[in-house]
């Protein structure tokens, strides 16, 4: 009887190597035949003038730990791998590869900063192919992701709340920025409330895209001890690439 259970353990663990032995792309074999590389280069958006805007500039360090994820005509062959270890990594040859780099997860980017979330770029790069023994070169153009709302609270006492269509309620009396995550098919509505001495004003807003919302919380030019709430809009920041070739192939 035991060596029937035996002979089952080692018969299902043999299965089970055979089995993820098909998935464990990518390979650390550039010896081996009907096998390629993938020689991926990170671009900023265009960078377009605003008054008063700066662009975010990304080193080689922070580029290093963005996470790339690997799909075959649809299929995950690598994923959220740090940058920095793809080096001597190779594919099997085929069409219909994609590359889809991010700086971090979406869950990261709402959790970070105790909930008031963090900036997020995302790219992904056009259709393309592997060929055996050579280096297909992949341009991955990356943009902000995600809808910052900067709070920017001049008035003393004021009480600013942004209540979101994703379920996040955030409250603060400084100048702080908060980041939410965005669903192409589902806007997001976020509700802007400001208080101050028993005065209540409050706003919706929609976004729709990746784009900063102001709101600019002063106090009124006639009476001081009232205020006046100012929503303005901006395109998402501009973002500059310092390092923006990385060979995976070495």
């Known amino acids: 009887m035991k060596q029937n259970i035996i002979y089952t353990l080692l018969s299902l663990a043999v299965l089970l190597l055979a089995g993820c032995s098909v ?8 010896t081996e035949e009907g096998y390629g590389y993938i020689d991926l280069k990170l671009q900023g958006k265009e960078s ?6 700066t662009s975010t ?4 360090e922070e580029a290093d730990l963005f996470l790339v994820t690997v799909t075959h005509n649809g299929e995950v ?4 791998k ?5 080096v001597h990594l190779s594919f099997p040859v085929g069409n219909g590869y994609k590359v889809f780099v991010e ?24 259709s393309f192919g592997i060929v055996s023994g050579k280096s297909a070169s992949v341009s991955v153009p ?15 006492n004021s009480t600013v709340t942004l209540v979101a269509s994703d379920g996040r309620q ?13 669903d192409v098919a589902t806007p997001l509505e976020l509700t802007i409330t400001v208080e101050k001495n028993g005065e209540v004003i409050q706003k919706e807003v929609t976004i729709e895209e990746p784009k900063q919302v102001n709101v600019n919380v002063k106090p009124d030019e006639i009476d001081m001890n009232q205020f006046t709430l100012n929503i303005t809009y901006e395109d998402a920041f501009d973002v500059e690439f310092q390092y923006l070739s990385v060979p995976i192939d070495d």
Do not use: H
């Not at 062959?77 to 959220?80: F, I, K, L, P, T």
């Open 23 to 30: 998935k464990d792309w990518p390979v650390d074999d550039s």
């Open 103 to 126: 700086s971090i997860t979406e869950a990261q980017a709402i959790g970070a900063n105790d909930g008031w979330g963090a900036k997020r770029f995302t790219g992904k790069s056009k």
């Open 82 to 86: 740090e940058l920095m270890g793809l």
């Open 77 to 80: 062959v690598c994923q959220q």
């Open 170 to 182: 955030l409250t603060t009396s400084e100048s702080r920025v908060a980041y939410f995550n965005l």
């Open 142 to 156: 990356c943009g902000q992701a995600n809808a910052a709302v900067n709070i920017d609270v001049e008035t003393a």
């Open 57 to 60: 500039v990304i080193t080689k």
């Open 48 to 53: 377009v003038s605003r008054s008063g805007g």
